[in-house]
């Protein structure tokens, strides 16, 4: 940028970035403090005990003061990447109640899976940014977190 | 979930669930105070007195804290059951102007049906979870409410 | 293009070529020669008599050669602008069954919509070209004619 | 429809109907006459023993004369039920290679389940009907049957 | 609306509308003040000095009161012609770096055309209401101005 | 598969499988042997001399018969390998006019960008498969071929 490039100064604008990203996992939603019966009658078919799945969308939302060098909030590259690291290879073709540790005794419900991820992101980005999360289990149920 | 589960406290995380619903409905835009001449010339052809239609695409959010023993917010089923009873049944394959009393002096634009919406449902919800309404009466049309 | 633009000659590669719109309608499904008991039983909610309505979603299909001097099978704003005056105007805010002189005496069932606009556009679109019209209704309701 | 109506007589048109379901399931893919190495090394993460998932989008496409008497090639309640009845109760929320007894000894790729889905509904269709199955695996992979 | 329409007024309940729009456009990111090298090693293939493109799809959000003549916040006829003069005219179709003013020292990432867009349509709409911008450079990237 | 397996003969099954890819790139429509006046007027805004640009959606669709041991009729990991090293690299974040040798001389027109990926792919595929390209311009604009 040339000199004059300082008059238009997008030093101290917070912006908010988004990433969509996808999972494709098993889960089976069961409260092991209950009986079998209690368990089909909160989880219905969500309880089965060979599981189903779904293709989960993430989307990861960022908020802070944009870079004026580059014109980033950060790099998408480096967003994605990180998303891979910590989430897509731990979750993705997986079975989140048998292959996940945070699920180990967890109930993987959206809100928890929403939840499980912010947490696994939100100690390897600057303290500066703001995170927030969103999961689509199916196009017509999603969570968000936090609220 | 075992004893040791305690070590991860859900209970007090704040998140938001989504639904996502749709009805088909006809409508007309029309002040009846106006002539007819202001009326065409403020609506345009949604002011068509032999009516139009859209497919209309809700998504409630309710935002509050999960419930431990589920990992839920709100059971899905039991938000989009309420959903079919209060707002579904009334509007759906229905002419608004004609056949939902809430429009019979309300102009019924995405605006007001968001908030009709939001009225019908919200005294049916715990007063501690918050309520929002997004109504889409095309893919490049769509309203909020609350603000 | 340069002379030995000749050696990829693309005059007679025969493409499709898709241009989606859409228009928002309502409409009632009626047979006039049953009793409303019996159209109540076949068409449902779709019989309510003060009418419903849709967002439609049109997708027309046009089929042929490449025009090698262009590269176009059909200049998009030309079918585009042909759509607008032989469908759009007509139909789009409009009440099918009351304000389309096609449906006066047929039942606007999404096949038989595809099959009248199929018909508005065949005699504008010079013989040469194959012609087929995709109809959402919803998105997961739709027709195609010709099969 | 008055008789004027025999005007636009429509009942030799052959149309395309389509109808959009979807359900969720877990899913391996594993071929048992190869070695553990082998089936990693073709199906890579989708071998995973401990399966994973699916959000399965699925179009059914019918094709055949249009009823003059409603307008409909088939009506799309009746198609819906059908798939229903077919194809969700048994696929939804279930372990495709434990709960569904076409699996038992049959790799559930997505042409697999696509073509086990065409036979479950093929003989309950009318056999002037024509059948055709799209199923969604994901969002970016996609098969048909038949071809 | 009769007299007793005041029964229920919206007056004042603040509700938000959302126009979607998009353009086509070419752009590059680079930072002159940086060498070639510096510039491939943060811009990566977004640094070709040749260009590249999008389909940018924009998301305005307007929030204020309702007028309760209209029942509109806003006349969507009006804010899409806002957008229209102001924005469209000038990005599509365009290239971003070359053709619009704005970028001539300002690096054209999704965050800084966000707060373009908003800076273009914030003077021209009235205090009382609130902008908000959304920006999508894919289906998988994507901003929000301000946060 | 069990030898019971056999019950269930896939093998001589045709189907289809599609694998959706995207790519990002600038363009200009121009014919050189043509005005600027005449360019103008038949390609309009597309002719803008600094180019504009889309995100391509590119479906590649291959038809054949399944392959009885995985279940695959093409390893959709191969496809899409193939798809990247083929198209993808050369075409992903380019321009086509300067960067793509085969629209060095043919204009680079939706309907010829899918007849050029149909010619790179046509090649590296066995000749028992069909192969056909869908490429989307933009949600409203889109091409096939073969017809």
Redesign the interface.
């Known amino acids: 940028?040339?000199e004059?490039?300082l008059?238009?100064n997008?030093g101290n604008?917070?912006?908010?970035?988004?990433?969509?990203?996808?999972f494709?996992?098993?889960?089976r939603?069961n409260?092991?403090?209950w009986s079998l019966a209690e368990n089909k009658k909160?989880?219905?078919?969500?309880n089965?005990e060979?599981?189903?799945?779904?293709?989960y969308e993430l989307i990861v939302q960022v908020?802070?003061e944009?870079d004026p060098?580059?014109?980033?909030?950060i790099?998408?590259?480096i967003l994605s990447d990180l998303i891979k690291d910590e989430v897509l290879n731990k979750f993705?073709?997986?079975?989140l109640n048998?292959?996940v540790a945070?699920f180990e005794?967890?109930?993987?419900?959206?809100?928890?899976i929403?939840?499980v991820i912010y947490d696994l992101l939100r100690n390897k980005l600057k303290a500066s940014l703001?995170l927030k999360i969103r999961l689509y289990e199916?196009?017509?149920?999603?969570?968000?977190?936090?609220?």
């Not at 494709?24 to 889960?27: D, F, M, V």
């Not at 060098?69 to 909030?73: E, I, P």
């Not at 005794?105 to 928890?112: D, K, R, S, V």
């Open positions: 940028m040339r004059d490039a008059l238009y997008m604008r917070r912006v908010v970035v988004f990433r969509k990203e996808h494709n996992a098993a889960h939603l409260n092991p403090r909160i989880f219905g078919l969500c089965n060979h599981y189903h799945g779904h293709n908020t802070g944009i060098d580059t014109g980033y909030l790099d998408m590259k993705d073709h997986k079975n048998l292959d945070a005794n967890l109930n993987p419900t959206a809100e928890n929403a939840i703001e199916t196009e017509r149920n999603f969570v968000e977190y936090p609220a």
